[in-house]
Nanobody
Framework: QVQLVESGGGLVQAGGSLRLSCAASGRTFSNYVMAWFRQAPGKEREIVARIIGSGGYIDYADFVKGRFTISRDNAENTAYLQMNSLKPEDTAVYFC???????????????WGQGTQVTVSS
C-alpha cells in the first residue's frame, strides 16, 4: 500500500512558477513509476509527466515540454513537478500517481493523491 500526499498548489499569475511535491509512504517508493496528471473542469484527466523508479527515463506531454520538470528523490520518498512559464490553460487539479508500469493512461496507476489545485490568472 502506498499513500500519496500532494502539496504546493496555489494561485499564480501567468508566466509564474510553482513547485508541486508528492510525498509517498512506504519503503518501496523506488519500485514505482511516478506520474503527474491534471484534470480541468469538464475535461478528462490527462498525463503531464512520468518518471521511472531510477529516474533514468522521463517523458512529458507535448503541452508542457520545456516548461515543466518532473523529478524524484527516492531517499526522501518524494516526487516533484517544477512548473515554469505557467499559462492560464494550465489551470487544473494536479494529481500524483504511482504505478508498476509506464503508462499514459490513469488506468495504469494504482495509487493516487488527493490532488492540489493550480490556478493561473491571466
Amino acid at each position: 500500500q502506498v499513500q500519496l500526499v500532494e502539496s504546493g498548489g496555489g494561485l499564480v499569475q501567468a508566466g509564474g512558477s510553482l513547485r508541486l511535491s508528492c510525498a509517498a509512504s512506504g519503503r518501496t517508493f523506488s519500485n514505482y513509476v511516478m506520474a503527474w496528471f491534471r484534470q480541468a473542469p469538464g475535461k478528462e484527466r490527462e498525463i503531464v509527466a512520468r518518471i521511472i523508479g531510477s529516474g533514468g527515463y522521463i517523458d512529458y506531454a507535448d503541452f508542457v515540454k520545456g516548461r515543466f520538470t518532473i523529478s524524484r528523490d527516492n531517499a526522501e520518498n518524494t516526487a516533484y513537478l517544477q512548473m515554469n512559464s505557467l499559462k492560464p490553460e494550465d489551470t487544473a487539479v494536479y494529481f500524483c500517481a504511482a504505478g508498476r508500469i509506464l503508462d499514459v493512461s490513469p488506468l495504469g496507476y494504482d495509487y493516487w493523491g488527493q490532488g492540489t489545485q493550480v490556478t493561473v490568472s491571466s
